[in-house]
Structures are given as structure tokens and as C-alpha cells.
């Protein structure tokens, strides 16, 4: 079982930058993959960012060359930084953690754009 918490949401303004952790502990050695997802108020939760263990990523169309994914294996965590926010971005992210046959979900946090 991997426990995951996530940091770092808040109140920002359009145009502004915020950076959200996710620190994994438990039954970490099978990791192979971690992410962020979000979901909006009325919409389906979908996918923003994703790193594997070997450093490769991948990015929504939605936010490419807005939000970076980083991973520190050492430290079991996965970071995503957001800059350009826009209003769209609202929503509560998720980290998320994969093993085979198996996802492990953070409990969310809150990010708002809004001025």
C-alpha cells in the first residue's frame, strides 16, 4: 500500500505560478510511474502530467510548456510547477502513484485562479 500527501495548493492570480508536492511513503519499491490529475467542478478527473522512474513524462495538450513534473526518487516525491496559471487550471489536483495492477490515489488538493 503507498500513502501519498499532497502540498502546495492556494489562491493565485492569472498569469502566476504555483508548485504542488507529493510525498509517497508505504510500499514504495514497486513505483514505476507517478502523476498529477485534476478535476473540475462538473467535469470528469483527466490527466495533467505523468513521470516514470527511468524520467520520462508526459504532459496534457492543455498544459504543455506551462507545467514541468520533476521526481526526487531519493526522497519519494514528485513536484509539478505551474506557471502562466490561468483561470481553466482551477481544480483539485491529485497525485497519484502507480504499481503493477494498482493506483494509489492522494487525498487532492485545491488550486484556484482566479483575480
Known amino acids: 500500500q503507498v500513502q501519498l500527501v499532497e502540498s502546495g495548493g492556494g489562491l493565485v492570480q492569472p498569469g502566476g505560478s504555483l508548485r504542488l508536492s507529493c510525498a509517497a511513503s508505504g510500499s514504495i519499491d514497486n513505483i514505476y510511474a507517478m502523476g498529477w490529475y485534476r478535476q473540475a467542478p462538473g467535469k470528469e478527473r483527466e490527466r495533467v502530467a505523468t513521470?516514470?522512474?527511468?524520467?520520462?513524462?508526459t504532459y496534457a495538450d492543455s498544459v504543455k510548456g506551462r507545467f514541468t513534473i520533476s521526481r526526487d526518487g531519493a526522497k519519494n516525491t514528485v513536484d509539478l510547477q505551474m506557471d502562466s496559471l490561468k483561470s481553466e487550471d482551477t481544480a483539485v489536483y491529485y497525485c497519484?502513484?502507480?504499481?503493477?495492477?494498482?493506483?494509489?490515489w492522494g487525498q487532492g488538493t485545491q488550486v484556484t485562479v482566479s483575480s
Open positions: 513521470i516514470t522512474s527511468g524520467g520520462s513524462t
Open positions: 497519484v502513484a502507480l504499481v503493477p495492477g494498482r493506483a494509489s
